[in-house]
């Protein structure tokens, strides 16, 4: 048991012989974690007088903060643009699954839905911690339906919608509520957005900036108003032109205030972009590149017809088209695989390559001090990989909830 200066009488785990994700490098160190939290072993020893009550030996592995994916539209079977009668057990069996891939927490992800999905959905989505039941939901991604006609890609066009009440009237008319809303996708061309990305900001929501034909002005005033992410990066916007980057020129301009960085997504699943591309963004703004899966209903099924939301999706090998035509409708990668992908078509390091899918989701959420990370303090949301960077063990809260 702990010592009697022990500050809880909580029992200790002290995971030893492995390679830690701490200040942005592997350290050989030992990993300590108590209720949850990851502790600093020298109050331990010095303040406490502690010691562990048990030791995990990883053998030699890694030991990353858990995968946050804030843009995963379903998986295994299952849609979160779906209003079935089981959304909370929709939503848990894909929690649950996920495990496997090293994701900690995310965000179910809606795409463009007629206002009754909205309604039914977004009361049965609770933000609630993970464990061993599954990972954590941090609130939910809204991918539409205030974007642009012409950028729509897989989105049903009968139901995008303009701000034509003003803005958080249309919001509010279309969505029901913003409770458990972590996340909104909109086009910043739209009139009347920037009072949305505003108040949206105010409210602590991420406005991310997608499926648009924004030019970079446009896309630059979203961003002083509060926007800090885009959508899938170079899929559903104009591509980059010399004379007017648009959107993507948000990863090198000047006109972003000094107190903000802009975070973009990528799905590096070998399809959406090309390696080059995606080098070229990897390149021109390390820091802000946030893997995402952009998952659908097929991720873990075998090849076929599946859904989003209200379309029909061919599988055909790793492509996932509109049925009949090659529109891109998402992905059926993994998280574990879109890390190794990255950092093979990148040339990063294996340690850029695990904060793209921990620390930069977590830095864009604003949850950095207690997710994402493997400070003293912070939740001990774990992945263990091998060199190879294929999980091996996921832990929330320091309690092993999947082992390969």
């Not at 973009?264 to 390390?286: E, F, K, Q, V, W």
């Not at 946030?290 to 939301?309: E, K, N, W």
């Amino acid at each position: 048991m702990p010592s009697n200066k022990s500050v809880s009488n909580a029992p200790i785990t002290q995971f030893v012989n492995c390679r830690i994700l701490r200040d942005h490098k592997l350290q050989r160190e030992d990993l300590w974690v108590r209720e949850g939290r990851i502790l600093d072993p020298e109050k331990l020893f010095f303040d406490e007088e502690g010691y562990a009550d048990q030791r995990v030996d990883c053998e030699g592995l890694i030991i990353a903060p858990g995968f946050i994916d804030v843009q995963i539209n379903g998986g295994y079977g299952i849609d979160f643009s779906q209003a079935t009668s089981n959304v909370r057990g929709g939503v848990a069996l894909v929690a649950k699954k996920i495990l496997e891939h090293g994701v900690t927490s995310f965000l179910p992800t809606l795409v463009t839905s007629p206002p009754n999905i909205y309604h039914k959905v977004l009361t049965e989505v609770k933000v609630h911690s993970g464990g061993v039941e599954g990972a954590g939901v941090l609130g939910c991604h809204l991918e539409g339906p205030f974007i642009s006609l012409e950028k729509k890609g897989a989105h049903p066009e009968q139901y995008l919608r303009s701000f034509q009440l003003g803005g958080m009237l249309d919001l509010i008319e279309t969505y029901g509520t913003l409770d458990n809303v972590a996340m909104v996708t909109l086009a910043p061309e739209l009139p009347n957005s920037e009072k949305v990305v505003r108040e949206l900001t105010q409210r602590g929501i991420t406005v991310s900036l997608g499926h648009s034909v924004a030019n970079l002005s446009q896309a630059e005033e979203a961003v002083q108003h509060g926007a800090s992410f885009i959508t899938h990066l170079f899929n559903a916007m104009l591509p980059f032109h010399h004379r007017d980057p648009g959107i993507v020129g948000l990863l090198t301009s000047d006109q972003v205030p000094q107190d903000r960085m802009v975070f973009y997504g990528m799905i590096a699943d070998g399809i959406h972009t090309n390696s080059a591309a995606l080098r070229i963004a990897h390149r021109a703004h390390p820091t802000g590149l946030v893997l995402v899966t952009d998952a659908i209903t097929a991720m873990g099924l075998p090849p076929g017809r599946h859904t989003l939301g209200q379309q029909v999706i061919e599988i055909q090998g790793l492509h996932a088209y509109v049925a009949g035509t090659k529109t891109l409708s998402g992905s059926i990668a993994t998280m574990d695989m879109c890390v190794r992908h990255f950092k093979q078509a990148s040339g990063c390091s294996v340690e850029e390559a695990l904060e793209a899918a921990s620390l930069h989701p977590a830095q864009l959420l604003g949850i950095s001090h207690y997710k994402g990370t493997l400070d003293y303090g912070a939740d001990a949301d774990l992945v263990l990989l091998d060199d190879a960077l294929n999980v091996r063990a996921t832990y929330i809260a320091g309690q092993e909830v999947w082992r390969k």
